[in-house]
């Protein structure tokens, strides 16, 4: 059984069906990338799973468990998003920490906690400073670890680079992917970005206009498009 089991999902704004019957699967420790134009349904989908949105129809399920009915902070999913509002007035330290104190996680573990989540994203010496101090990147960083201490079930990315410049982009994009490589934590991510697809998913979901085009490994996608918009989206070969 997948660890994700997305079936029949359907999504209505009014009469406006943005999400027209959804059917994917992801393992455990697996990397699911939803790849579209942009309009397509991917943020909508993203946040359905997160619970931010409630589905129409179908069903979202974690581990064997339906989650469609979960309030938010039930569902053990942490999302970074492509905007990371941190703290302003709180250090590094003080916004990884933030929603273990308030989840009354004592100061050692939390500590402990902190220290785990730095030596993965390489943020140690970034601890006592202020947002204001670092550069984009850095607070990418940061909002990432801030998502991470949480130890969530699933992980979910909404174009968390695209604010980003070209270069900051690929140092962070092999971040994520060394990220993904040691803890072994379960994503989906959405982006636009058919590199940043082809090279970060174990499974990839080419969208359109609320629908999957095509569900399959990276290597299916790219050599055996099913059809001209998924071969003209993902640059595969004529
Ligand atoms: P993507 O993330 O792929 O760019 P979105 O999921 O953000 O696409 O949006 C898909 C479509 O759903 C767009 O046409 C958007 O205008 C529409 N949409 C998103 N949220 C709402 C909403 N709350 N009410 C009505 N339409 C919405
Ligand atoms: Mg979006």
């Avoid at 990397?31 to 619970?51: D, E, R, W, Y």
């Avoid at 989906?188 to 058919?194: A, K, S």
Wanted: charged share 25%; net charge neutral.
């Amino acid at each position: 059984m997948a660890f994700l089991e997305i079936s029949g999902l359907k999504k209505r704004f009014g009469s406006l069906e943005i999400l027209k019957g959804i059917d994917l699967d992801l393992e455990k420790g697996g990397f699911l990338v939803l790849v579209g134009p942009s309009g397509c349904g991917k943020s909508t989908l993203l946040n359905t799973i997160a619970g931010l949105e409630s589905i129409t129809e179908g069903d979202i399920r974690v581990d064997g468990r339906s989650i469609a009915d979960l309030h938010p902070s039930k569902r053990d999913i942490a999302m970074v998003f492509q905007s990371y509002a941190l703290y302003p007035n709180m250090t590094v330290a003080g916004n990884i920490s933030f929603g273990m104190e308030m989840r009354g996680v004592p100061v050692e573990e939390r500590n402990k906690a902190i220290d785990k989540v730095a030596k993965v994203l390489q943020i140690g010496h970034l601890l006592n400073r202020k947002p204001s101090q670092l550069s984009g990147g850095q607070r990418q960083r940061v909002a990432m670890g801030r998502a991470l201490v949480r130890d969530p079930k699933l992980f979910l990315f909404d174009e968390p680079l695209s604010n980003l410049d070209a270069k900051l982009r690929v140092d962070m994009r092999i971040e994520i992917k060394r990220l993904h490589q040691a803890t072994g934590t379960t994503i989906v991510y959405v982006t636009h970005d058919q590199i940043e697809a082809m090279t970060l998913a174990t499974k990839i979901a080419v969208m359109r206009d609320g629908e999957v085009q095509q569900f399959g490994t990276p290597a299916e996608i790219y050599n055996n498009p099913a059809n001209m918009f998924v071969a003209d989206f993902m640059g595969s070969p004529a």
